[in-house]
């Protein structure tokens, strides 16, 4: 008999949604930690900041002006990556020497107007406006016959190389589809064909039923650490019901959506008494204008913090050379997460 157990033993997990293998080693978890755990030293921020170029009223690259917006804002950015009018064609010169050229177009997505906001300390209703104009964006680019795929996400924090503090975040739509969705999208039709049910609906099932790696949920979502984790507090949301985009979630999943997104986020912040840092984003099906019924509609989440306010996990020497790898495992990270209040930190004292 093996006497292998992966709460002691270095082992490999599986990513089934990459098909990708990731290094675990709980033993190291163990040794001791001398550092000290610091909470960041923000100051509380301006409800308005007239510096700032998301803020209504203001002016942002190339003389734009943001108009006088309460609640949510969309907008075309000034320095967009892609490009709805780049000419067709490419490089094709053997094996070797292959491009193709992209089109698209990328737009900026203020959450609020209230400068000071971040999305666990919305409310949920506002949060759901963000969720509508999500909706509106997939749609609205989806259509577009040269957009196949759209990328809804939002980068927080400074660390995570964010810009500003104002709550914000971005929609990329591009001609093809970018590498992370297209693994995701091969590995969950090779599922889909074989069983017959979405990857993650069968994931979500198990994981209902072991416990272990859940964090929130409502009736609609569900919130977990996933079994093959990267970071150390990597989160995932995944809808109950096997919907393909967002445009397919009926009204109570919208809220739903915007309710488990603060109450994640909640847990977030919770965890060292700061703003969590993290990039997070829906992956959905791509808009090729195909049927994708192996497309279940999930969102990320990947947090960089490990100990502290201040210290980050780095992914570097043997995770760029080798294989990602983690020390505490995603049982005790979602244990920790489970174990913090539901009520966000500055509200609590505030009480
Ligand atoms: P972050 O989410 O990483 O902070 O990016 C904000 C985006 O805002 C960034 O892509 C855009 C940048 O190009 N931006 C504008 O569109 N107009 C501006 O005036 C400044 C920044
Ligand atoms: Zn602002």
Known sequence: ????????HPHTRLNPLTNEWILVSPHRSKRPWQGQVEKALVGERPKYDPSCYLCAGNERAGGHKNPDYKGTFVFTNDFSALLSDTPDGGVDEGDLFQAKSESGICKVICFSEDHSQTIPEMDVKDIRKVVDVWCEQYEELGRKDFVNYVQIFEN?????????????????????VPVEPAKESVAQKAYFEKHGR?????????????????????????????????????????????VQNILQLNENERDGLADIYKKLTVKYDNLFETSFAYSAGLHQAPTDGKH????????????????????????????????????????????????????????QINK
């Open 1 to 8: 008999m093996s006497n292998f157990n992966s709460k002691d």
């Open 156 to 176: 927080k924090g400074v660390i995570m190389g964010c810009s500003n503090p104002h709550p914000h975040g971005q929609v990329w739509s591009s001609s093809s």
């Open 198 to 242: 979405t990857l993650l609906g069968d994931y979500l099932q198990a994981e209902l039923e072991k416990e272990e790696r859940l964090l929130v949920q409502n009736d609609y979502f569900l919130a977990l650490i996933p079994y093959w984790a990267v970071w150390p507090f990597e989160g995932m949301i995944i809808s109950k019901r096997p």
């Open 292 to 347: 994708h019924p192996e497309w279940h509609l999930h969102m990320h989440f990947y947090p960089p913090l490990l100990r502290s306010a201040t210290v980050k996990k780095f992914m570097v020497g043997y995770e760029m050379l080798a294989t990602p790898q983690r020390d505490i495992t995603a049982e005790q990270a979602a244990q920790r997460l489970r174990d913090l209040s539901d009520v966000h930190y500055k509200a």
